[in-house]
């Protein structure tokens, strides 16, 4: 049983004064709320974002802020857990829609915090990553991590959005997130995407060791897709078919803070995620499915995205039952493991 502490309001008001002129302050009637007993307290709630719903209201920003005014036109997925205006889906991933419309640039700039962008909709649009020019087709997802300049430009004809997930709640919360401005990048010859095509083998780094900390930017949709399928097959009795977005040269994550997957449901599959620690986001790639968090349904359809707090189970079930559904996952297991609190309950 816990012991029941003494309350702020059990101290003299002149004792209480007293502190304050000193910047002290008693731990006591605190010390509940900053570690209760068993669970975390968690500010983050299950949100469901449906795409349908917000893709008009991006589309009406791209007619009333033009591209210059916005630098990146993006309409930010909040969590009102945590207070719109923080800008957090939890406590250290942050979301955006972001629009590009045809014959826009967004200008190159690299900051701190760590980026990904899954590519929703549109064809046609590209982002420049370290020199890398990485074309965007739906369900790629493309990395910008920590310090690498980056720019989007769009040469096609339709509005192109993508989901931009970073680690920005947690690296401004350390005091250390910031922007610098730079010139449009030079396009370099090559890609890291080309130099993995298979899983097995790599380029031999014997002669020239590569000096990148983050070989492979772009990871295409039709490859995991392709590589979710075959696993599927090859295992039929595996319940969670799902891959790792890795650095291919270490095996690590493919970014420090953030864990990036992507989750196939057989047809008609129901499958559980245990209660783990870190907090988690759901995008639907492809098909239908409900995601049940903390006692709410939520039916997503194809480019909606909903969150879930940590230490709560989650329940996927794809309402197809003649096809499977795809679904990307984003979540705070590399911070937690670093940090040494990852837990699974
Ligand atoms: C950023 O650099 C981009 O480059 C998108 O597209 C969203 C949100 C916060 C901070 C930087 C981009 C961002 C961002």
């Given at each position: 049983m816990?012991?029941?502490?003494?309350?702020?309001?059990d101290?003299p008001?002149?004792?209480?004064?007293?502190?304050?002129?000193?910047?002290l302050?008693?731990l006591?009637?605190?010390?509940r709320?900053?570690?209760?007993?068993?669970?975390?307290?968690?500010?983050?709630q299950?949100i469901?974002w449906?795409?349908?719903?917000?893709?008009p209201l991006l589309?009406?920003?791209?007619?009333?802020?033009?591209i210059?005014?916005?630098?990146?036109?993006?309409l930010?997925?909040?969590?009102?857990?945590?207070?719109?205006?923080n800008?957090?889906a939890?406590?250290?991933?942050y979301?955006g829609?972001?629009?590009?419309?045809?014959?826009?640039?967004?200008?190159?700039?690299?900051?701190t915090?760590?980026a990904?962008?899954?590519?929703?909709?549109g064809?046609s649009a590209?982002t420049t990553?370290?020199g890398?020019?990485?074309?965007?087709?739906?369900?790629d997802?493309?990395?910008?991590?920590?310090?690498?300049?980056?720019?989007h430009?769009h040469?096609?004809t339709?509005?192109?959005?993508?989901?931009?997930?970073?680690?920005?709640?947690?690296v401004?919360?350390?005091?250390?997130?910031?922007?610098?401005?730079?010139?449009?990048?030079?396009?370099?010859?090559?890609?890291?995407?080309?130099?993995?095509?298979?899983?097995?083998?790599?380029p031999?780094?014997?002669?020239?060791r590569?000096?990148?900390?983050?070989p492979?930017l772009r990871?295409?949709?039709a490859?995991?897709?392709?590589?979710?399928?075959?696993?599927?097959?090859?295992?039929?009795?595996?319940?969670?078919?799902?891959?790792?977005?890795?650095?291919?040269?270490?095996?690590?994550?493919a970014?420090?803070?953030?864990?990036f997957y992507a989750?196939m449901?057989?047809?008609?599959q129901?499958?559980t995620?245990?209660?783990?620690?870190?907090?988690?986001v759901?995008h639907l790639?492809e098909?239908?499915?409900?995601?049940?968090?903390?006692?709410?349904?939520?039916?997503?359809?194809e480019a909606?995205?909903?969150?879930?707090?940590?230490?709560?189970?989650v329940?996927?079930k794809?309402r197809?039952?003649?096809?499977?559904?795809?679904?990307?996952?984003a979540?705070?297991?590399?911070?937690h493991?670093k940090?040494g609190?990852?837990?699974?309950?």
């Open positions: 816990t012991q029941q502490l003494g309350r702020l309001e101290l008001q002149d004792y209480r004064d007293d502190l304050i002129q000193l910047n302050v008693p006591w009637p605190s010390l709320a900053v570690l209760p007993p068993g669970v975390p307290a968690r500010a983050t299950a469901h449906p795409y349908a719903s917000l893709k589309l009406k920003a791209g007619e009333l802020t033009p210059e005014k916005a630098e990146r036109r993006v930010v997925l909040a969590n009102p857990g945590h207070g719109l205006e800008m957090k939890s406590p250290a991933i979301l829609m972001q629009l590009l419309l045809p014959g826009e640039r967004a200008p190159s700039h690299r900051h915090p760590n990904v962008r899954m590519i929703v909709e064809e590209y990553v370290d890398e020019k990485c074309q965007m087709s739906r369900g997802l493309i990395l910008t991590p920590t310090g690498l300049w980056h720019e430009g040469d096609g339709d509005p192109v959005v993508w989901l931009d997930v970073l680690d920005l709640p947690l401004y919360y350390m005091e250390a997130s910031y922007h610098v401005d730079g010139p449009p990048q030079a396009v370099k010859q090559g890609n890291g995407e080309s130099a993995w095509t298979r899983a097995g083998v790599v031999t780094r014997v002669f020239s590569s000096d990148k900390r983050y492979m990871y295409p949709w490859d995991t897709r392709a590589a979710l399928l075959a696993l599927a097959e090859d295992q039929p009795s595996l319940d969670c078919v799902q891959v790792t977005y890795v650095n291919p040269e270490t095996g690590e994550d970014e420090k803070i953030l864990g989750l449901l057989k047809p008609g129901t499958f995620l245990p209660a783990r620690s870190p907090a988690q759901f790639i098909g239908g499915i409900d995601v049940s968090i903390c006692g709410k349904t939520f039916g997503l359809v909606d995205t909903c969150c879930a707090p940590g230490y709560e189970p329940t996927l794809n197809q039952v003649n096809s499977p559904s795809f679904v990307f996952i979540d705070e297991s590399p911070l493991r940090l609190v990852y837990e699974t309950r």
